[in-house]
Structure formats: C-alpha cells, structure tokens
C-alpha cells in the first residue's frame, strides 16, 4: 500500500495551504467588516469623509488648471 501512502501525504501541503488561505480570507473579512463598522458609527465619520472629500475636488481641479499643471 505505499501507494495510498503518497498520496496522504500529498494531500497534507494541499489541505495546509489551503487552510492558510482560509484564514487569510477570514482575517480580510473582520477587517472590512471592522472598518465598515467604524466608518458607518454614530459619529457620522462617514459624512465627513465623503462629503469633505468632495468638496475638496473642484478647489484642487481649478487651482492646477490656474497653475498649468493639470494631470494629462
């Protein structure tokens, strides 16, 4: 049976990579859902980043093309 013997210990690289993977994937997860959450809290931390943000744009837009380096 030396056969099957190769053959679990194949497998055992492919279910530990696989298994690293997973917690990877897991771990990326929490994170999103850590920042989702810390964004959309009462604080209104998401408000600001976006709305201020946008605001920002045109003043920027406008101040490079006065300059003459806007991006090409």
Not at 16 to 26: D, F, Q
Not at 33 to 41: K, Q, R
Not at 46 to 51: D, H, I, N
Request: charge should be negative; glycine fraction near 6%.
């Amino acid at each position: 049976m030396p056969l099957v013997a190769s053959r679990e210990r194949s497998a055992a690289p492919f279910l530990r990579a696989l298994a690293i993977e997973s917690l990877w994937a897991v771990a990326a997860v929490a994170l999103a859902l850590t920042v989702v959450t810390h964004l959309a809290g009462p604080a209104g931390r998401a408000e600001l980043m976006f709305l201020d943000g946008d605001s920002m744009i045109v003043p920027l837009f406008s101040h490079s093309i006065l300059e003459g380096t806007a991006e090409q």
